[in-house]
Structures are given as C-alpha cells and as structure tokens.
C-alpha cells in the first residue's frame, strides 16, 4: 500500500492525515467560542510576555554591573586606603593630625618583594571647588599617573592625558571628565582653557569619558576623598598634586576641622598572570599588615566581584523567571477550567463519537490539541509582546535590557508544556464518560 494511503487510513490519532484533521477540528472548536478563548489565552499571553520582560531587565542590570567590574580589570588589585573607626576626630582633637592609609613605601615594597606585579596606579583623591571664571563645580581632584587611562580603560574624548615630562616638572595640567566639563565650559571648548583649584590656575589639556562608577567600593563613610563612586573627576598629574595641596588634608565637619595626612587614597595594582590575583592580594594584604598597626586599608580584587556579580546574576534571574512563572501557572489554570467547561458543554457530542466508533485516545488527542492550541497561541503572542517590551523599556527609560535567545525559547517551552500538563485531566475526564449517557446529557 502507498505510504500516503496508509497514513490516511491508519487508525492511529497521531497518523499524519488524522492529525491534521484533528488540528483542523480543534480550531474550529475554539473559534466558535472566539471571546471566550481569547481570554483564556491571556494568562499564557501575560506570563510569557512577563518571563521575557522580566529575564530582559535581569539580564541588563547584570550586564551594566559586570560591565563596570570588568573595567576596573580582571587582572587588577585595588588598595584603598580607610579611616580607622577609633580615629574619629572630637573637640579635643581638633588641632591633631590623623594619619591613616596607603604610603609611598608600601607600593615600593610591594613592587620589590612581588615579582608578578607588572603595573602600579597611584592616587590621590581631593574634593574641590573648580571654578572657570562664574562657572562652579564641586569635583574630585584626581593626582595619578600619566598611564591611568591605560589602566583604568578610560577614553580620551578630546585633546590628550598628561606626558611623564608634565608629571616630573609638576606642571599645573588638567584633564576633565565629560561630566565636569560642560558645567565649566558651557559655550567654548575647554581644550586650552584654564580653571582654578583654590589660588592655582591649571590649564586644560583633555577631557575624557565619565569614569564608571564601582559598586560595592566605596565603602569609607569617614573619608570623603576616598568615595570613589562619584564620576565628576579632574585628572593632574600626581606629583603637581603633591606640591599643590601637601599630604595634610583638612576638612571641616560639624564647626570642627579635621587634619588628615594620607599619602595615597588609592592605588591599583596589575598582575602578570590573572591566576595569579587572588593569591598575590592575600600577599599584598600580608606585607601591608607588618607595616599598619591599625587596619587603615582594604583590598579588592575586580575578579573576585566579577565572579560574584555572574554568580548573583544566576539567581537573580533564577527568580525572577520563577515569579513570572506563577503567572504560565495561574494561565495554565485558566486552561484547564475553561477545557472542563467545555467537556461538559460538549458531552453529547463526545457521546456521539464515542457512539460512532472512537476510541478513548481519539477523544484524549482531540481535547489535548485544542488545549495545545490555545497555551501554544497565548505562548506565541506572549513572545511577541514580551520581545517588544524590553525594547520598549529601555527606549522610554535609561535601563539597559538584553534579551537572549533563552528567554523566548524558555518561556515558549513552559507555556506548551503548561498546556499539556493542564489538558490531561479534561481530555480524559472527556474520555472516560459513558457514551449511554453522554448521549443522554442535555
């Protein structure tokens, strides 16, 4: 027999010319009932689109951290310098000076003894008062080193950084951040302009991208230079630092002033090898424990937070996709009482089949199909939605969304298997009625 008629004639539902006039039965079914199908969809359709919005937004948020982790180098260390917390200055204190922190001698010492350390960034952090002409900015004066951008991958957008030559002959140069610039220089090109720092007059070489913000590494409430998070920065040169402002910070805080002498408020440090970066910061944070009595230092390994940031990233998607899932479950309900419903109103029609010859398993695959029908609509409208909303979200907002080819492909597969799962029960309640009095039924 050709392969053609034998498919046509064979007595199996899931022969393909029997299928495809199951599938065809099933649409009409449910479109006779179009209002009321179109409703129960609407469960599938929300919790699909709310699975893929949802794992959008996660996976965007976790991009952006991860993002700004990765900047700071996965090869790097970051020491920062902390205010110890008996430190804090009172009355009677005013006139003493509080020293604390990073030292010149420390990154030698960590430069002589560790023989992986290929690069070391040193800062120095100073809030000040910037000022071109009327123009005012409250900025984070910056003294480094001429390979800071190299290091920190922070873009030149204009002019240029400051050479070795302007930092051994201390030169009053700056670089501004794009944040900074058009507030001192709303109407002219800063590039060779002058602003003034306190009663010194630096002239404008640069300006570069805003420098991201760090996560979790600000964490020194008592020192004010050294919270990194803030991205308006002017870059000089660290030696011009040096000379200009001195190693005593004073401070004023609550009528008091406060005299604080660090050396550096940061410094960065590369490794070689990066599997060498855990173990060469517990190094570091040994040799830097011999010399500090009191814990005026931390340590922060880009690494270690990149690795806790993907591993944050997985559960927060994990639960975020689990409460959307609530809503394909509470769908999947919807289904499966709008399919009970249906049965009953169709018990005649079931017992005349049944009457005619078919079998339960006609009767369990022609209720299944329509309920396959309906989760597999809702699944694909809600994909179409849920890909359109994240588009829509960061076109409206600043937030940041990425859609992966798992969130659809996910989401979809759920809403399906929803659909079967929830349609087993009314196809066989279909199935098993007695055809005596299905054909009794009013």
Known sequence: MDSRLAGRYSTSPLAPARLKRTIILGFKSLWLHRLRSLLTVLGIVFGVCSVIAML???????????????RLGSNNIILKSVKPPDTGSTSSEQSYVIEYGLTYNDLERIR????????????????????????????????????????????????????????????????????VAPALFPFENPIGGRVRIDSDYYQVIGVTDVESTRPGLAKNEGSRAADSSSTDRIYIPLKTARARFGEVLRTRSSGSF?????????????????????????IIGDILGRYHKKKDFEIEVPLELLRSAEETARTFNILLGSI????????????????????TERTREIGIRRALGAKHRDIITQFLIETVLLSATGGALGVLFGVT???AIGFFTDMRTIVTPDGPILAFSISAIVGIIFGIYPAVRAATMDPVEALRHE
């Open 112 to 179: 002589g003894t560790i023989p992986g350390v290929s690069v070391i960034v040193p800062n120095r952090v100073i809030r000040k008062r910037v000022w071109n002409a009327t123009n005012r900015a409250d900025a984070e004066v910056v003294g480094t080193v001429p390979w800071f951008p190299e290091m920190r991958r922070l873009n030149i957008l204009e002019g240029r950084f400051f050479s070795d030559l302007e930092m051994e002959t201390k030169k009053n140069v700056c670089v501004l951040s794009a944040s």
């Open 324 to 343: 959307a899932a609530i809503s394909l479950l509470v769908g999947g309900i919807g289904i499966m009482n709008i399919m009970l419903a249906s049965v």
């Open 258 to 282: 406060n005299n604080e002498k660090v050396e550096l408020h940061e410094a960065t440090i590369q490794v070689h090898d990066q599997n060498d970066v855990e173990e060469t910061a517990l």
């Open 56 to 70: 959008a937004v996660g996976e965007g948020a976790s991009f952006e951290a991860q993002e700004q982790i990765r």
């Open 389 to 391: 909303l994240p588009i």
